[in-house]
């Protein structure tokens, strides 16, 4: 297992246009995360699930922002009508279940998006 | 709600010199806390944990933090610091080993030779 992966690393995109981003977390984790950091600032949580079930999402996450995780495996986060606000780096982590006992918490290497 | 404060922005020290990198935190029960390091264009990579026990821990690369109820604290330390360490450092806390973390600001770490 070689940790979380996202998809792409990079992307420029015209204000307006439609993105979607993809993150493969560690097979055995049932919890996923998104965060969103901006520049100069610490990551901000957007929303988490377990399994395929979506748990919790932040304030920050408009109606602009879905996020999906079919069949509990990779997940998906979709950016509508792209601001340049959205501008920023979007981070995946994931984590086992609770009961294990272990703090598992693990990032990926992120994707940074450019709205122009 | 939970919240981490990092005093400084940023921090310049040269190599071979100790550091010290200042994280408050505000939580309403027990806290988990962690300390992450981020190089440019990176994602995180966990340095040390603090969940209970010992209120001084031990990390990667040579860094430890200590909790401090009493002053809501949980700073981190190098006795010295390397080249290598420049880079950004972030302090969060959690509610539990799986829960959502909230992030300080950050702390950039230069270092000079």
């Known amino acids: 297992d070689t940790g979380v992966s996202q998809d792409p690393r990079h992307k420029i995109t015209k204000r307006g246009q439609n993105v979607t981003f993809r993150c493969d977390p560690i097979?055995?984790?049932?919890?996923l995360y998104w965060y969103r950091q901006t520049l100069g600032q610490g990551p901000e949580f957007l929303t988490y699930f377990q399994n395929e079930a979506q748990l919790e999402k932040s304030r920050l996450l408009s109606d602009r922002f879905s996020a999906e995780r079919p069949k509990g495996s990779f997940s998906t986060l979709e950016i509508q009508r792209t601001e340049q606000g959205d501008s920023a780096m979007y981070l995946c982590?994931?984590?086992?279940?609770?009961?294990?006992?272990?703090?598992?918490?693990?990032f990926g290497s992120g994707t940074r998006l450019t709205v122009v | 709600a939970q919240s981490v404060t990092q005093p400084d922005i940023h921090i310049t020290v040269s190599e071979g010199a100790s550091l010290e990198l200042r994280c408050n935190y505000s939580y309403g029960a027990t806290p988990y806390l962690f300390w992450y390091v981020q190089s440019p264009g990176q994602g995180l990579q966990l340095l040390l944990k603090y969940f209970s026990g010992d209120t001084l821990v031990q990390g990667i690369k040579g860094f430890e933090a200590e909790f401090k109820r009493s002053q809501s604290s949980f700073n981190l330390r190098k006795p010295s610091v390397h080249w290598s360490d420049a880079a950004e450092y972030f302090c969060a806390v959690g509610a539990g080993t799986a829960s959502k973390l909230t992030f300080g600001t950050g702390t950039r770490l230069q270092v000079t030779l």
């Open positions: 982590a994931s984590s086992p279940p609770r009961d294990r006992g272990v703090y598992g918490y693990t």
């Open positions: 097979s055995e984790h049932n919890r």
